[in-house]
């Protein structure tokens, strides 16, 4: 995939501007606080349909304005397409509509119908944040190629939101008991399906990340990557793809279990949203022990497989953004990526310092100062 044009109408701190992206690599480079993280907030809102930094989306619209819409143009290999979002205020409410080759569709069709790849300093954090952030990372990777997991998504956040505050109902109302069987049973038979493609996923996932870290580390650190889960007992135990039975009937048995314990919580305490997906370095698991610089390099082999995992799954390379991490990884480290880059990835980079990263060329480089951008 590439994009080719790029414009925006009060997005952020942008009145209007256009982009032409004529090359495979792209730089946008200035001082903090000009619009850089601006541009590609709204490629990933594009593919997407939400930020990657809020879920306020109102806080994309430029202060004082009352609307405000991303053009992009872009080829896949099936030819040229165009998405447009756009945000606008009317009779009281504001709105919200998606194109895409011109016509209106709904979130579901627009989800990934550009496939990017987003990688910024907080990603960094992967490895020592919380599951969730794994979680998403997941959910993310398998969406973006599976409109079938992605509608699962949607279902098992819908059931567990309803779930939980049937939960919370009986506490008031202990009546209401009766009528969590049928939730219990959706609820099981969903997350069992979203567990079976998620430790498919992880499979290849493995195939392609670790020896991306095993360059990555230059041969010194061996990775190993492991899906968890966690018993009603407390105890963790790692499911494989191969060995998976009656996983429906373990969640229906799970939840009958604790179901005191939940309704006393208001809270779903087993199943997909509680799992982990766990990395390990030398044998340990790298969120505890290994080093920052280990965690780093286990981040970016993730993010980086998650491109060729794009590219496996649909055929065609998705689009990278990179979000100031040149200036945080090393020089190997920075060669490494540009290496796998290599004129076959779209990339559009922001920096501050462009003297920090590799000279790429001419007629990539943008200066940025204060939402408008001009060609070097
Ligand atoms: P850094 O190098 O520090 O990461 P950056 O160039 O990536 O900086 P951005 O995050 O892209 O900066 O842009 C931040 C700027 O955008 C800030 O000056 C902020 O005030 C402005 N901004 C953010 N939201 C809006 C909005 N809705 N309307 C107008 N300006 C906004
Ligand atoms: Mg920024």
């Known amino acids: 995939m590439k994009i080719n044009k790029l414009q925006l109408v009060n997005?952020?701190?942008?009145?209007?501007?256009?982009?032409?992206?004529?090359?495979?690599?792209?730089?946008?480079?200035?001082?903090?606080?000009?619009?850089?993280?601006?541009?590609?907030?709204?490629?990933?809102?594009?593919?997407?349909?939400?930020?990657?930094?809020?879920?306020?989306?109102?806080?994309?619209?430029?202060?004082?304005?009352?609307?405000?819409?991303?053009?992009?143009?872009?080829?896949?290999?099936?030819?040229?397409?165009s998405i447009r979002m756009k945000r606008y205020y009317?009779?009281?409410?504001?709105?919200?509509?998606?194109?895409?080759?011109?016509?209106?569709?709904?979130?579901?069709?627009?989800?990934?119908?550009?496939?990017?790849?987003?990688?910024?300093?907080?990603d960094l954090n992967i490895i020592k944040g919380d599951p969730g952030l794994r979680r998403r990372f997941m959910d993310m990777e398998i969406s973006q190629t599976d409109p079938v997991y992605y509608e699962l998504l949607v279902r098992y956040r819908r059931l567990l939101k309803q779930r939980n505050s049937l939960l919370k109902g009986i506490r008031e109302d202990k009546h209401l008991q009766t009528q969590l069987a049928p939730w219990d049973d959706e609820i099981s038979e969903t997350g069992a399906q979203i567990l079976i493609k998620r430790l498919s996923n992880i499979n290849k996932l493995k195939e392609i990340c670790i020896p991306v870290f095993n360059i990555l580390s230059n041969q010194v650190d061996d990775m190993e990557i492991k899906y968890e889960m966690k018993g009603n007992n407390g105890k963790f135990f790692y499911p494989e793809e191969e060995n998976v039975k009656d996983i429906k009937e373990f969640y229906l048995k799970s939840l009958n279990e604790r179901r005191f314990k939940d309704i006393m919580q208001g809270n779903t305490g087993i199943g997909i949203h509680r799992d982990d997906l766990k990395t390990y370095i030398n044998h340990l698991d790298s969120r505890s022990f290994a080093s920052q610089g280990q965690q780093r390099c286990c981040a970016l082999a993730l993010k980086l497989s998650q491109i060729e995992y794009v590219k496996q799954a649909s055929g065609e390379y998705p689009v990278l953004l990179l979000d100031d991490v040149m200036s945080e990884l090393d020089k190997y480290r920075r060669n490494q990526l540009i290496h796998f880059i290599n004129d076959k990835v779209q990339t559009i980079i922001t920096v501050n310092d462009k003297t920090l990263i590799p000279d790429f060329g001419s007629n990539c480089y943008f200066n940025v100062e204060q939402g408008s951008i001009k060609e070097d």
């Open 11 to 81: 997005f952020r701190n942008y009145d209007r501007c256009t982009v032409n992206f004529d090359k495979m690599v792209t730089v946008f480079y200035g001082n903090n606080g000009q619009g850089k993280t601006n541009i590609l907030e709204s490629i990933f809102y594009s593919a997407f349909g939400f930020s990657h930094r809020t879920n306020k989306e109102d806080e994309m619209v430029k202060f004082s304005s009352d609307g405000m819409a991303v053009l992009l143009d872009f080829t896949k290999e099936d030819g040229f397409h």
């Open 90 to 122: 009317d009779q009281g409410k504001n709105h919200k509509e998606i194109r895409i080759d011109g016509n209106k569709t709904t979130a579901k069709n627009h989800y990934s119908f550009l496939n990017a790849v987003m990688f910024s300093p907080e």
